[in-house]
């Protein structure tokens, strides 16, 4: 099993529609989560961090399920401009005791006219 | 305000050639990481450096050397380059650590093609 796992998509919605994204992790011990976003051809950008009670900004809504391992990321009101990648980011406990965050493959949205 | 800045942003070379990719942050970061990206497959983890003077190996680090040689600078450096490390590579950086994975910050990217 991977150990950050996303629905690579494409997600293609209309503007204005509100979508929603999850992404698994595999590691129980996993204590940080942030939400990023990749334009093509683009570094990756943070878009938010995932805390335990759930955040929002603006229209983006993250929440964190630890339970059943898994961070979602809901999108209200899409606009173009919303287009990315998304990309699902955990730490994780390395071999040297050391922390590393891992990066999911990403999830593609598409927001149509 | 430039963060991280990465150069060159596009290289070709021939198998067998090296090359150094450097990396310089001017945010007085202590944690820096180069990644690489292949397509269909998430950022992969190179080689990290925690702190100045020291560096660890992450996921795929053969093939690869680095050198944190001073706070703002971390350089990657291909020693013999073969196709397979035909990639995007990103550099990165964050706040120490201070109990709790800080976000990282990237630059804007290396496209590496090998022949």
């Known amino acids: 099993r991977k150990e950050v796992e996303q629905d690579p998509g494409p997600f293609n919605v209309p503007e204005g529609a509100t979508v929603a994204f999850n992404c698994t992790y595999s590691n129980s011990a996993s204590q940080s989560f942030f939400w990023y976003r990749q334009d093509c051809r683009k570094e990756p950008k943070l878009l938010m961090s995932?805390?335990?009670s759930g955040n929002e900004d603006g229209r983006f809504t993250a929440q964190l399920n630890r339970a059943s391992q898994y961070i979602s990321l809901l999108i209200r009101d899409s606009k173009l401009s919303d287009s990315a990648t998304y990309l699902c980011v955990v730490n994780r406990l390395r071999d040297t005791g050391r922390r590393a965050l891992t990066f999911g493959s990403g999830t593609r949205l598409q927001v149509q006219p | 305000n430039a963060g991280v800045t990465q150069t060159p942003k596009f290289q070709v070379l021939k198998t067998g050639q090296s090359m150094t990719l450097q990396c310089a942050q001017d945010?007085?970061?202590?944690?820096m990481y180069w990644y690489r990206q292949d397509p269909g497959m998430g950022l992969r983890l190179i080689y990290y450096s925690a702190s100045e003077g020291t560096t660890d190996k992450g996921e795929v680090p053969n093939g690869y050397n680095v050198s944190r040689l001073n706070k703002r600078e971390f350089s990657l450096r291909l020693e013999s380059a073969a196709p397979s490390q035909t990639s995007v590579y990103f550099c990165?950086?964050?706040?120490?650590?201070?109990?709790?994975?800080?976000?990282?910050?990237f630059g804007d990217g290396t496209r590496l093609s090998i022949l």
């Open positions: 990165a950086s964050s706040e120490e650590n201070q109990g709790r994975d800080q976000p990282q910050h």
């Open positions: 945010m007085n970061h202590n944690s």
């Open positions: 995932v805390y335990s």
